[in-house]
């Protein structure tokens, strides 16, 4: 059992790419999105297209609607070192 190596598997998401597969998990339209945090539906298509930023404050608003903290949308894809997993 020792000739081997568990595999990993990564998927590199963007920023935008994180909106958007959270609210689409949540069954929301870009809309009711809109409609739930007050940033306008293109806005949104823009950040979920990542031609805008998301910028610190939309994060805070985007995650309270999406009931995820707001690093979940700033930092896709981090990886918690060893050491922090208890």
């Given amino acids: 059992m020792n000739d081997y190596h568990l595999a990993k598997k990564h998927i ?3 920023v935008g790419e994180s909106v958007r597969i959270l609210r689409e998990l949540q069954e929301l339209s870009q809309n ?3 409609a739930m945090t007050g940033i ?3 806005t949104i298509s823009a950040i979920e297209n990542d031609r ?3 910028g610190v404050e ?3 608003v985007l995650a309270t609607a999406l009931k995820v903290h707001p690093g979940v949308l700033v930092f896709p894809g981090w990886e918690l070192p060893k050491e ?3």
């Fill in 84 to 86: 922090a997993v208890a």
């Fill in 58 to 60: 939309r994060a805070k």
């Fill in 32 to 34: 009711q999105l809109s």
């Fill in 12 to 14: 590199e998401v963007s």
């Fill in 52 to 54: 805008v930023k998301l």
């Fill in 40 to 42: 306008s539906q293109a």
